[in-house]
Every structure is written in structure tokens, then in C-alpha cells.
Nanobody
Framework: QAQLAESGGGWVQAGDSKRLSCAQS????????MGWFRQAPGKGREVVAA????????YYADSVKGRFTISRDNAKNTLYLQMNNLKPDDTAVYYC?????????????????WGQGTQVTAEP
């Protein structure tokens, strides 16, 4: 059973940058995809970015393309999300997720393990 723990959230002013980290434990084998999702108040959980096991393939939602970068360090069992030029619309709880297999996945249903989330607030 994998456990995921996000860190790095907090308050920023619009235009600032922030990096989220997601540490995974309890999972010792297999190649699997990971992703970042977010959920704003009153809205559903949406995919932000996804990455394959090797990191050779990534996906970004249109709303963050060119501003956010997803990466992973498998030796450290850690997933990252570098967020630049943050906007008020980026304000949400950010979740990391891990799938059971490798690939690029966009749906919450494709992910088996979730962190508790970390709040990111970008104010004008």
C-alpha cells in the first residue's frame, strides 16, 4: 500500500513561483505513472499534469501549459510540480496521485493512490 505526502503549498502573490513535492513510501516495485490534480472550491478535481515512469512523456492541462513543469526523481521516490507565474485561478488544493501501471493518465479513476492535498493560494 503506497502512501503519498504533498508539501510545499502556501500563499503567494500572483506572478510568484512555488514548487510542490510529493514523497511516496510503502511501494517497492513496479513502474507506474504519477500525476498532479487540483480542486478549487465548488469545483471538481481536475488533472494538472501527468508523467510516465521514466519521465520521457508528460502531459499538461491547457491552463498551466508553459507555466508548470512536472518531474520525478525515482531514486528519491519523489514527484515535483514547479509552478511559475501563478495566477489567482490556480488557487486550489493540489493532490499528487500514483497509478498502478505506466502511461499518461488524465482521469482520477486511473489513479489508485492519493495524497491528502496541499493548499496553494495565489492572490492578486
Amino acid at each position: 500500500q503506497a502512501q503519498l505526502a504533498e508539501s510545499g503549498g502556501g500563499w503567494v502573490q500572483a506572478g510568484d513561483s512555488k514548487r510542490l513535492s510529493c514523497a511516496q513510501s510503502g511501494r517497492t516495485f513496479g513502474n507506474y505513472a504519477m500525476g498532479w490534480f487540483r480542486q478549487a472550491p465548488g469545483k471538481g478535481r481536475e488533472v494538472v499534469a501527468a508523467i510516465t515512469w521514466s519521465g520521457s512523456h508528460t502531459y499538461y492541462a491547457d491552463s498551466v501549459k508553459g507555466r508548470f513543469t512536472i518531474s520525478r526523481d525515482n531514486a528519491k521516490n519523489t514527484l515535483y510540480l514547479q509552478m511559475n507565474n501563478l495566477k489567482p485561478d490556480d488557487t486550489a488544493v493540489y493532490y499528487c496521485a500514483a497509478a498502478l501501471t505506466d502511461g499518461i493518465f488524465y482521469s482520477t479513476a486511473d489513479y489508485a493512490y492519493w495524497g491528502q492535498g496541499t493548499q496553494v493560494t495565489a492572490e492578486p
